[in-house]
């Protein structure tokens, strides 16, 4: 079969069950999985991401996890070197490199080919925007990008006030910065969405928030902050540590921290539903509910796709 260019890429959203299907399929392809989720970069934090363990980790392997520390900065361009960088060494072993992530935003500029600008950071406009952030909430700017350039706007993760004030700085600079797409950097990608009724989502999500307290978040987060790593860092602000972390300083009660995470992961999901469309025609969508008859379906489609 002809794996040349070929990736798969799984996506769906936080508790869908991308993780075990893929080290499933990885398994039956004699294959590798390349991480797509921005969380997972860091070491460290490992509970509240709901990282691989070690015994998953040893069933395949894994690339692009554990690959900065806590206060190193990471951006969409240094992820779009390193996946391809990283795809192009499957593809000479002869493999299909298997992607997976609910990271909306870079999960499509890998599937479609995009060019990001090469634009300095602007520290002027980053403090007073963090200020206006500070002052008057992400809503202000997440309207201000998209009075700024709507296509920026559609292709910005609006739940990250870093990366919408990143897009601000790109959409501020010349026209000539702007993101493209370049089809000399796609790939033949088969790409499988994991749907489930949001019930049941909330119900796993509910469960993993109490996981992660009983298998020692607290524990983590205590670490971290003993390490120097505090919330004003892009990997401490994720769900789950940002609210722990005011648990942790006092602001919040264990119960309160609880709930939030909750709420604040029902709302990344609900987000993840807008980058993921049931719509879209590219994805083919399987509803996670059996996970041997699921099985066999993913095996037979992509079967036929590979043949192609």
């Not at 706007?153 to 919408?164: E, H, K, V």
């Not at 602000?237 to 264990?254: C, D, L, R």
């Not at 969508?285 to 099985?295: A, C, G, L, P, V």
Request: glycine share 6%; aromatic share 6%.
């Amino acid at each position: 079969m002809d794996k040349k260019n070929k990736i798969i890429v799984i996506v769906g959203a936080t508790a869908s069950g991308k993780s075990s299907l893929g080290i499933r399929l990885a398994k039956h392809l004699s294959s590798e999985i390349i991480n797509a989720d921005s969380r997972l970069f860091y070491r460290g934090l490992n509970i509240g991401t709901a990282k691989p363990t070690k015994s998953e980790l040893s069933i395949t392997k894994h690339h692009l996890i554990d690959i900065l520390d806590p206060d190193e900065k990471f951006t969409l361009n240094n992820f779009l070197i390193l996946v391809r960088r990283q795809i192009q060494k499957l593809h000479n072993e002869k493999k299909i490199p298997i992607i997976i992530g609910g990271s909306g935003q870079y999960i499509w500029s890998l599937v479609e080919g995009w060019n990001i600008p090469n634009v300095k950071p602007d520290t002027e406009l980053r403090s007073n925007l963090e200020k206006q952030l500070n002052q008057n909430g992400i809503e202000h700017l997440q309207v201000m990008l998209k009075n700024l350039s709507k296509k920026l706007y559609g292709q910005t993760d609006l739940l990250n006030p870093r990366r919408i004030i990143r897009s601000i700085e790109i959409a501020k600079s010349s026209e000539d910065n702007k993101v493209q797409k370049n089809k000399n950097l796609t790939y033949d990608s088969f790409i499988l969405g994991l749907n489930a009724e949001r019930k049941l989502l909330h119900s796993r999500v509910r469960s993993r928030v109490n996981k992660m307290v009983n298998d020692g978040f607290i524990k983590e987060i205590n670490t971290l902050l003993a390490k120097g790593y505090d919330s004003s860092l892009q990997s401490m602000s994720s769900i789950g540590y940002k609210e722990f972390i005011n648990y942790v300083n006092g602001e919040y009660s264990k119960e309160e921290a609880i709930e939030k995470t909750i709420i604040s992961t029902n709302r990344l999901i609900r987000n993840q539903n807008n980058w993921f469309k049931q719509s879209d025609d590219r994805i083919c969508w399987i509803n996670n509910n059996d996970e041997e008859k699921n099985f066999n379906l993913v095996k037979n489609a992509i079967k036929k796709w590979i043949k192609t």
